[in-house]
């Protein structure tokens, strides 16, 4: 059986995912017995019939328990072969690489589970955070089914490692005007040009072509978008306001720990209209120890001052005005400059002040 898995995602680091399954599985209790693990073993594969190169973290019974592991890298087209017990309890998640424009896409599920920036294997049955590691939401997968596919709003099928290169194409500044897994005119011009440009051969197979797209794309996405560095004494929270197609909207927030460097945007800010704000975690020494005031606000530099709705928690506002009718405070934004595809900002504590009010949090 094969079981394909859909997911939508908006251009941000937020996301609206819809999947449909042919036999939805219900997550079972992470807490398993010796036996399961020791059970026959099932072949089972992922495969990404996606535009994206997605990387994959699965978990599946190890030494009795539920263990998740990452990171596998799954090119458009691939499949990768995973092994799990027979008819035992599985779950995936998946993201798409960062060379790719327009930010993060996830395949997700419901289930919380431990997941790492960098290659990682957990303790399902520990908590994340006692781990160091974050959760995410994995998808239950039917144990059942031997093929896990990974698809797109547009379902390209054998397709995918075509449409996989015209969106590297695309990221890299080729001028695809759509992107649908069929090998037109100007796709193989693309590819002729690209091939001759990094010394390719003109055999290069697809696979080959994808890796050296990747590379390429991944320079040009670490000169696109905006990148907030974290050089202050404390933890950081930042915010971002965009407008796209003339309605602002403000989203946050993004957590920037000491001497850490985030990304809250990967597309061109050349002619865009973005601003960000920040909060620090604002920590006073006492003669009994550490305490904790209110958040300090980062410091308008602009002279008109340009404002923004956030909220307490995380939080994505349309529009700029009538803030507090809808439940938010507001806050001073800094612009980003506009001149070029990219932007790096550096905090300090000097950017940093404690409010006159109270702040959020």
């Known amino acids: ?38 059970a026959e073993l099932q072949s089972w594969e992922v495969c990404n019939e996606t535009s994206f190169i997605v990387r994959l973290a699965n978990a599946v019974i190890r030494n009795g328990k539920i263990n998740p592991k990452g990171w596998d890298r799954v090119k458009p087209g691939q499949c990768l072969p995973l092994d799990a017990p027979n008819n035992s309890p599985r779950y995936i998640f998946a993201e798409s690489s960062p060379a790719h424009q327009g930010g993060i896409r996830e395949w997700t599920g419901k289930t919380p589970i431990c997941v790492s920036e960098n290659d990682f294997t957990a303790d399902a049955t520990k ?40 969106r590297l194409l695309s990221d890299i500044g080729y001028k695809i005007t ?22 390719l051969p003109a055999s290069a197979s697809n696979s080959d072509l994808i890796d050296a797209l990747a590379i390429a794309a991944q320079k040009k996405q670490s000169n696109i978008g905006f990148e907030l560095c974290n050089n202050s004494s404390a933890n950081i929270w930042a915010a971002m306001a965009t407008r796209d197609n003339g309605a602002w909207q403000s989203r946050g927030w ?5 001497d850490a460097c985030i990304r809250p945007s990967t597309t061109s800010l050349k002619g865009a209209e973005a601003h960000f704000f920040a909060l620090q975690e604002n920590i006073i020494e006492t003669e009994t120890g550490k305490t904790f005031g209110p958040d300090k606000r980062l410091r308008s530099v602009a002279t008109t001052p340009t404002q923004f709705c956030i909220g307490e928690a995380k939080f994505s506002a349309l529009g700029r005005e009538y803030c507090a009718e809808a439940g938010y405070a507001i806050a001073t934004f800094r612009p980003l400059p506009t001149e070029t595809d990219g932007a790096k900002v550096n905090l300090t504590d000097q950017d940093f002040a404690v409010p006159n009010a109270v702040g959020l949090r």
Do not use: H
């Not at 994340?128 to 089914?145: G, K």
């Not at 993004?254 to 000491?258: E, L, R, S, Y």
């Open 254 to 258: 993004w957590t920037v720990t000491k």
């Open 127 to 166: 908590s994340c955070q006692l781990q160091n590691l974050e959760s995410r939401n994995y998808l239950s997968v039917n144990p059942a089914e031997q093929r896990t596919t990974l698809i797109e709003a547009d379902n390209f099928g054998s397709k995918s490692d075509i449409a996989g290169i015209q």
């Open 178 to 199: 759509r992107i649908d897994g069929i090998t037109g005119r100007r796709t193989n011009r693309y590819i002729r040009e690209f091939k001759k440009k990094s010394n």
């Open 1 to 38: 059986m094969t079981v394909k898995i859909f997911a939508i995602l908006s251009s941000s680091c937020y996301l609206a995912l819809s999947f449909s399954l042919n036999a939805a599985a219900q997550a079972p209790d992470l807490r398993l017995d010796t036996d399961a693990a020791l």
